[in-house]
T-cell receptor, first 114, second 114 residues
Framework: AQTVTQSQPEMSVQEAETVTLSCTYD???????LFWYKQPPSRQMILVIR??????QNATENRFSVNFQKAAKSFSLKISDSQLGDAAMYFC???????????FGTGTRLTIIP | GAVVSQHPSWVICKSGTSVKIECRSL??????MFWYRQFPKQSLMLMAT?????????EQGVEKDKFLINHASLTLSTLTVTSAHPEDSSFYIC??????????FGPGTRLTVL
């Protein structure tokens, strides 16, 4: 079975500081996408960032960037200049058996300390 | 990003009645949509894959006769919870697949069965 592991159930960071959320995954695919989603208290799942596995360059979206290590099957999310609005559950997701299904990790709850 | 709507956002019904939840992709066509269930403080659990013009594919353990899915057009999928019981109370989320195998999520529906 495809697995996604988020080993940090909870993280906290001071406002304006940087935090990194970790994620490891297991897939037999060679070409795939990886995703980070955030779920704030409203419970709306929001796409944060997407990484194409065949691209060596790490994806970046404003204050959000990833550290993608394909060989290690590691896909961590770095949030720079943390803001109060970043407080949410963050879920890492990887493809499931080569189709459009996703396997989600158990999530990391991020708290921003003012 | 692509936008997915879901209606209703919150529904309360009596035990034994049926409830229909609509999921619409507003600015893209979604050949594939997914339905998830989320329990409090847990990750998303995939219930079924909805494909336009064909029967839905259900995950193991999901009763297809209880959770009826119809994907009548490229922008609309519906989930009907038939003969709902209190144990069906949950948060239901749909997603539509856009480019790059990327899922965009609806805001979710909170179902409470009395």
């Amino acid at each position: 079975a495809q697995t996604v592991t988020q080993s940090q159930p909870e993280m906290s960071v001071q406002e304006a500081e940087t935090v990194t959320l970790s994620c490891t995954y297991d897939t037999s695919e060679s070409d795939y996408y990886l995703f980070w989603y955030k779920q704030p208290p409203s419970r709306q799942m929001i796409l944060v960032i997407r990484q194409e596995a065949y691209k060596q360059q790490n994806a970046t979206e404003n204050r959000f960037s990833v550290n993608f290590q394909k060989a290690a099957k590691s896909f961590s999310l770095k949030i720079s200049d943390s803001q109060l609005g970043d407080a949410a559950m963050y879920f890492c997701a990887s493809p499931n058996f080569g189709n459009e299904k996703l396997t989600f990790g158990t999530g990391t709850r991020l708290t921003i300390i003012p | 990003g692509a936008v997915v709507s879901q209606h209703p956002s919150w529904v309360i019904c009596k035990s034994g009645t049926s409830v229909k939840i609509e999921c619409r992709s507003l600015d893209f066509q979604a050949t594939t949509m997914f339905w998830y269930r989320q329990f409090p403080k847990q990750s998303l659990m995939l219930m079924a894959t909805s494909n336009e013009g064909s029967k839905a594919t259900y995950e193991q353990g999901v009763e297809k006769d209880k959770f009826l899915i119809n994907h009548a057009s490229l922008t609309l999928s519906t989930l009907t919870v038939t003969s709902a019981h209190p144990e069906d109370s949950s948060f239901y989320i749909c997603s539509g697949v856009a480019g790059g195998n990327t899922q965009y999520f609806g805001p979710g529906t909170r179902l409470t069965v009395l």
